[in-house]
T-cell receptor, first 109, second 114 residues
Framework: KQEVTQIPAALSVPEGENLVLNCSFTDSAIYNLQWFRQDPGKGLTSLLLIQSSQREQTSGRLNASLDKSSGRSTLYIAASQPGDSATYLCAVSPGKLSFGAGTTVTVRA | NAGVTQTPKFRVLKTGQSMTLLCAQDMNHEYMYWYRQDPGMGLRLIHYSVGEGTTAKGEVPDGYNVSRLKKQNFLLGLESAAPSQTSVYFC?????????????FGQGTRLTVV
């Protein structure tokens, strides 16, 4: 059974600092890894999808890396802003998504 | 483009009552899923479907039933609600592909069972 772990569970940083969020998974036979953002009381918004053949994916200030062999992905958010405060979740497929418990980020103004 | 739409958004049930949650997607996705999200537990898969007319159990299927009569709709039913089913329920959909499995989520249904 795929186990997905996200460390740390919570993170608080001052505005402008870079964020580093970690995701690890136990079964390296994945198709894709997806990072989501969830604001309080809201649904999940897809941020980045990394295919298993890719090593990284970038979108604006966000960069996600994938190392299948070690079962790890890292989400980097550059120059954090208070609007980046949210919970970030990673999920792996094939088929049904297996989720980590998320990292709750607070960016202090 | 509506994406994934869940109805209702909020509901309060009494113990023993039944209800159906509706999920509709307009992206022609094969996969559809129902998750529940509880504090400290993360997202847990209840049931999923890999296509019209098919359903399968996830991690926490007990007390729930599902149906996928049409490709665009996935229904989650609670036959006899219990307080333990108080949760936020999310529906999601995605393609079946080894290349693109990007999942899209609805906004959630907040269910309280009293």
């Amino acid at each position: 059974k795929q186990e997905v772990t996200q460390i740390p569970a919570a993170l608080s940083v001052p505005e402008g600092e870079n964020l580093v969020l970690n995701c690890s998974f136990t079964d390296s036979a994945i198709y894709n890894l997806q990072w989501f953002r969830q604001d309080p009381g809201k649904g999940l918004t897809s941020l980045l999808l990394i295919q298993s053949s890719q090593r990284e994916q970038t979108s604006g200030r966000l960069n996600a890396s994938l190392d299948k062999s070690s079962g790890r992905s890292t989400l980097y958010i550059a120059a954090s802003q208070p609007g980046d405060s949210a919970t970030y979740l990673c999920a792996v497929s094939p088929g049904k998504l297996s989720f980590g418990a998320g990292t709750t980020v607070t960016v202090r103004a | 483009n509506a994406g994934v739409t869940q109805t209702p958004k909020f509901r309060v049930l009494k113990t023993g009552q039944s209800m159906t949650l509706l999920c509709a997607q307009d992206m022609n996705h094969e996969y559809m899923y129902w998750y529940r999200q509880d504090p400290g537990m993360g997202l847990r898969l209840i049931h999923y479907s890999v296509g019209e007319g098919t359903t399968a159990k996830g991690e926490v299927p007990d007390g729930y039933n599902v149906s996928r009569l049409k490709k665009q709709n996935f229904l989650l039913g609670l036959e006899s609600a219990a307080p333990s089913q108080t949760s936020v329920y999310f529906c999601a959909s995605s393609y079946i592909s080894s290349v693109n499995t990007e999942a899209f989520f609805g906004q959630g249904t907040r269910l309280t069972v009293v």
